[in-house]
């Protein structure tokens, strides 16, 4: 007996569940959207995107949102003209029980803006891919200027290698060592730019101290950067920042400094 009623209750509940499922579906149908609102993931700070850049998406794309009933806006049309911009990475739209249409934009992230002998510059994300610049709006980041050899593709990515070695480019071998320049703590508040000249030899700008980073090639640049940060600390740290004129790195096992 205590078992058929434990089933009976159970049975109600459950009815009673779908009841309220179907009649908030039905309700939800017939919700408007009552506002739009844009939240920006930009934890680096990088700025490239504003509210009013997603807000003209979201219009471009669907005419007179507010107002209209949820269930008659296409959210997957709006999803993809926001992220045709240029400057968004990902986003999510979705609409609330209460009719509020959100909008949350991942943008992208630049560790380096490449200024080129040829006076082109663009940026790269953390993913390796290119991205444009946008006037007005700056990134403080790492510079990278000089013989590049490469132009803007929003095709090219340097996180991959290109399976043929002739298509592996500068940018494509210097990409490790910019982000290790970002990761670690000391360089990326030390170093502001990398100099390429036209033999693909390497030179750093730091922000603190008046001399040159006499680097190389970028092969083994790991060891080069152990052997910069000992000399800091420990070379630097007695003769002070401004005493040399250039610091080499070039010589194996080595620092060879000039003065000014």
Same mark, same amino acid.
């Given at each position: ?21 179907? @009649? ?15 939240? *920006?993931?930009?934890?680096?700070? @990088? ?7 997603? *807000?003209?998406?979201?219009?471009? @794309? ?19 003209? /926001?992220?045709?911009?240029? +400057? ?23 560790? @380096? ?10 940026? /790269? ?11 007005? +709006? ?13 132009? +803007?593709?929003?095709? *090219? ?24 320049l970002k990761q670690d703590e000391f360089f990326r508040a030390q170093i502001e730019q990398i100099y390429l000249d036209k033999h693909g030899e390497i030179e750093l700008i730091p922000k603190v101290g008046n001399h040159v980073v006499v680097f190389g ?13 000992? +000399? ?29």
């Amino acid at each position: 007996m205590k078992k058929f009623i434990g089933i009976v209750i159970w049975s109600i509940v459950i009815a009673g569940v779908f009841v309220s499922l179907v @009649a908030l579906r039905e309700g939800y149908k017939k919700t408007t959207c009552s506002s739009i609102e844009v939240m *920006l993931d930009d934890e680096q700070g @990088a700025g490239l995107i504003s509210k009013s850049d997603v *807000l003209e998406a979201i219009h471009n @794309a669907h005419d007179s949102i507010v107002g209209k009933r949820v269930s008659e806006i296409d959210l997957l049309k709006i999803d993809r003209a /926001i992220e045709q911009t240029a +400057f968004v990475k990902e986003a999510d739209v979705f609409t609330t029980l209460d009719g509020e249409l959100h909008s949350r934009i991942h943008s992208w992230d630049p560790v @380096a803006r490449i200024v080129n002998n040829q006076g082109k510059d663009y940026y /790269i994300d953390r993913s390796g891919k290119l991205i444009p610049t946008r006037q007005g +709006f700056p990134v403080r980041t790492l510079i990278i200027s000089g013989y590049t050899g490469n132009h +803007f593709s929003d095709t *090219l990515n340097l996180k991959n290698l290109p399976p043929e070695s002739k298509k592996v480019t500068i940018l494509h071998r210097l990409f490790p060592m910019i982000m290790y320049l970002k990761q670690d703590e000391f360089f990326r508040a030390q170093i502001e730019q990398i100099y390429l000249d036209k033999h693909g030899e390497i030179e750093l700008i730091p922000k603190v101290g008046n001399h040159v980073v006499v680097f190389g090639t970028v092969e083994n640049f790991e060891q080069k950067l152990d052997k910069l940060f000992a +000399f800091y600390r420990q070379g630097l740290k007695q003769s002070g920042w401004n005493k040399y004129k250039t610091i080499n790195l070039k010589y194996k096992d080595q620092v060879v400094c000039s003065k000014h």
